[in-house]
């Protein structure tokens, strides 16, 4: 069996865990941050953070085309250092239009950074642990997402804004330092003689699977966003920031597992089996303001099980969905894959933001988004079992 766990693909996951703890320290402490600073509502909270959500989707498939077309570790260690240097803006918008603007720059960055790390990292990989080690290298990600949301609410309560500011930048730092060790070895660029077109900068045979990955980021841009405002609403006595620490735990007890279910060619069933649990997840977590008034013993209980529930859902999905892409794609479009996939992701999350919003300033609140957002995994369920399922069994390359 040929070796996952190599210096490379170590380093690539460091820098990956150091940029989405970054990322996700703030993640949190965003919505909080607008409302003190700016007396924002949940609508605007929503449209402001949204804004980075599709500027890295707009990025994206261009990223995915100028990737495909050039050296990856250039532009990748170029955009990851704008990505870190973004976080010096934040504190100096003055006005809510000046922080979406800072927004929609960072954004950007962070489209090009994180399609260029999960191509660069499916380079390094060996073909036949390919699933795994990208199950692995998203274990990076949920590790951030253990100690990122819990360190910053932790520190907004306690240490104040400008010090979160201050650790993303030299979390993001420190993951450029193992970026720039990573060592690859130069890929040979194939260039098509085709004039440009839509499917240059999207993998087409991927759309039917994106649609159903779009459907299930939507619930996911929801609770990852207002869970903070939510609990607070409800009166959660338990920390909320141990709310986002279990749902790592789930993302990462999936994850190690749901690799080697792939590589063993049940790519569909772990998507499947992910996307019904996710369901369960979304529905309880909605059920929370009917449940709190009258048993809140039981409802600050069960806040600590639906985000492991929810975790091991997303956990189950997620790296096969991005193994799907990779092997709808033939090598040399692995990027364009890539930003597909992202894209895809991206659109779910930016449409999750702002359908939150607008639904949480309702008189349903944020249950009501909750429950809509279980509804929409619900279809996509029936989307990918009987459409996106059944195309990429047909039309695989591996």
Not at 362 to 373: D, K, P, Y
Request: aromatic residues 14%; hydrophobic residues 55%; charged residues 10%.
């Amino acid at each position: 069996m040929e070796r996952l766990w190599s210096f490379n693909f170590v380093r690539a996951c460091l820098a990956n865990f150091l940029l989405f703890f970054a990322f996700y320290l703030l993640i949190p402490v965003f919505p909080l941050y607008l409302i003190d600073t700016f007396g924002a509502t949940k609508s605007t909270i929503g449209i402001v953070l949204s804004s980075y959500t599709i500027a890295a989707l707009l990025i994206r498939p261009f990223s995915g085309f100028v990737l495909d077309m050039a050296q990856r570790k250039p532009l990748y260690l170029t955009a990851f250092f704008v990505f870190v240097m973004s976080f010096v803006s934040y504190p100096l918008a003055l006005t809510i239009g000046m922080f979406m603007v800072f927004r929609i720059l960072h954004g950007f960055a962070f489209g090009f950074v994180t399609t260029a790390g999960n191509s660069l990292v499916v380079d390094i990989l060996p073909a036949s642990r390919r699933g795994e080690g990208l199950g692995f290298f998203g274990v990076a990600n949920n590790l951030a997402m253990v100690v990122g949301p819990m360190t910053g609410l932790l520190m907004q309560s306690r240490i104040g804004y400008p010090a979160i500011f201050y650790t993303a930048i030299a979390s993001g730092l420190a993951g450029f330092g193992f970026a720039v060790s990573i060592k690859v070895q130069k890929i040979e660029i194939v260039r098509e003689n085709v004039p440009l077109a839509l499917d240059r900068f999207f993998l087409m045979k991927g759309i039917q699977a994106g649609i159903t990955l779009m459907l299930i980021g939507i619930p996911y841009g929801m609770f990852i966003t207002y869970l903070a405002v939510y609990g607070k609403e409800l009166g959660i006595q338990t920390d909320l920031g141990f709310f986002f620490s279990l749902l790592a735990v789930g993302l990462i007890g999936s994850r190690l597992f749901s690799g080697k279910m792939v590589d063993r060619g049940k790519l569909t069933n772990a998507i499947e089996y992910g996307l019904l649990i996710s369901v369960a997840g979304m529905i309880l977590l909605a059920s929370l303001q009917r449940l709190m008034p009258v048993w809140p013993a039981f409802a600050e209980i069960l806040f600590l099980i639906i985000p492991v529930i929810l975790g091991i859902g997303y956990g189950l999905t997620f790296p096969a969905y991005n193994t799907l892409f990779m092997n709808l794609a033939p090598h040399n479009r692995r990027a364009t894959a890539s930003s597909t996939f992202m894209t895809s992701w991206d659109t779910g999350v930016g449409a999750g933001l702002v359908l939150g919003g607008s639904l949480g300033d309702t008189e349903g609140g944020l249950a009501l988004a909750f429950g809509v957002g279980g509804l929409l995994i619900v279809f996509s369920y029936v989307l990918f079992h009987t459409i996106a399922g059944p195309h990429f069994k047909t039309n695989k390359l591996r």
